[in-house]
């Protein structure tokens, strides 16, 4: 019966592909758009996740994301130094600065690391040396920054950038994730740093634990030793994320959006399945006629729903890899987006509800179908 069934779905083959491209197109709104979001929200935590070396974030009690820090006093490092299980602190400086070059004035995020350490540093390198941060008055930037400040132009170091009113050379260009804030991100010691910004207080302190400890019974330690918030790295990333979900628009704009594409998909398909069922009566009043069961009927239809989905949902997700593979190689602000297995899966769970509803919404006037039927005219 299922072969016949595959049969009368093929059979009306523009009727067929209307529904697999209903499906396909559902499939590709909601799993780009819902990609996006989680590759977003992950970005607001990209330089806690990244951060080089750095177990735990120590701040401002009031803290409650990391874009916006308060700041806390420098002596604070000496006493997370003392805590037993912390392996080595230093002072981590974050801190908007305007950005003067040739082609542009904006704004920027300025990063004072430890020189000595360089706790919080990013980890991969397009070109140069943290340790070229050793020397006086020099800077690393961030690899979609330098394509900001100097557009269109190849990588080249020695380039001299006006920050807060202090020249600074370039040494390095940077390759971390792509930041929730889009502004170039400006690395360079904590004295680089103070001649930029006289007198600015760190906004974090930045812990390594020892080998072994347990990260969170360090940072339990140290708020109770300090009186300071401190987080380990899993915690302060999901703050940040929390943050971000509880006190913007992002995620209702994006519910928004995967809504329609679910609402939009269903609609569509549920329409085009209805009809279908409905010019194909006469066939389920004569295989009912011939003695098929409701079950059948409904094994039949099943069927039909499964294999339009499951051909919409491959060119759906299909689409949206391609999307993943080709677009953030070539737009910056799509930097490190991808497709997560685990919204590829619950997008096939809907498209896999939204045919199996609207297969049995359709399917009720079969059902309740008098063979006789087949005889009208």
């Not at 697999?20 to 970005?43: E, H, K, P, R, Y």
């Not at 906004?203 to 360090?218: Q, S, Y």
């Not at 809504?259 to 209805?274: E, R």
């Amino acid at each position: 019966m299922n072969d016949i069934a595959l049969k009368i779905l093929w059979a009306d083959l523009g009727k067929a592909i209307a529904m697999v491209l209903g499906v396909a197109f559902s499939t590709l709104l909601m799993a780009q758009q819902a990609a996006i979001f989680v590759c977003l929200m992950g970005n607001s935590a990209s330089h806690i996740t990244t951060a080089q070396d750095v177990d735990i974030w120590i701040a401002d009690p009031r803290a409650d994301y990391f874009d916006d820090p308060g700041s806390v006093p420098v002596a604070l490092v000496e006493r997370v130094k003392s805590v037993p299980g912390v392996a080595y602190a230093a002072p981590f400086i974050r801190s908007s600065v305007s950005l003067d070059s040739e082609s542009l004035v904006e704004q920027g995020v300025l990063i004072g690391l430890d020189q000595n350490s360089f706790l919080g540093a990013p980890q991969a390198m397009v070109i140069g040396s943290l340790d070229a941060l050793r020397a006086a008055e020099t800077f690393i930037v961030d690899r979609r920054g330098y394509g900001d400040i100097w557009p269109n132009e190849e990588i080249v170091l020695g380039k001299v950038l006006e920050v807060d009113g202090r020249l600074l050379r370039l040494v390095g260009v940077a390759d971390p994730p792509s930041p929730f804030i889009s502004m170039p991100l400006i690395y360079t010691s904590l004295s680089t740093a103070s001649l930029v910004r006289p007198g600015l207080a760190p906004g974090f302190v930045v812990a390594r634990a020892k080998d072994g400890a347990d990260m969170k019974a360090v940072a339990s330690a140290i708020a109770d030793a300090t009186g300071y918030g401190a987080f380990d790295k899993e915690t302060f990333s999901r703050m940040t994320v929390d943050y971000y979900l509880k006190n913007t628009g992002i995620p209702i704009n994006f519910f928004i959006t995967v809504a329609l594409g679910f609402i939009v998909g269903a609609a569509i398909v549920a329409q085009t399945f209805y009809l279908f069922v409905t010019e194909n009566l006469r066939h389920l009043a004569v295989f009912k006629a011939m003695g098929a069961t409701w079950r059948q009927l409904v094994s039949m239809t099943a069927v039909q729903c499964l294999i339009v989905a499951a051909v919409g949902f491959s060119l759906g997700i299909a689409g949206a890899s391609w999307f993943f593979e080709t677009v953030p190689a070539k737009v910056p602000a799509f930097k490190g987006f991808y497709l997560p297995a685990g919204v590829a899966l619950k997008v096939g769970l809907a498209i896999s509800a939204i045919a199996l509803l609207s297969g049995a919404v359709s399917i009720q006037r079969a059902v309740r179908l008098a063979p006789a039927y087949v005889l009208k005219g």
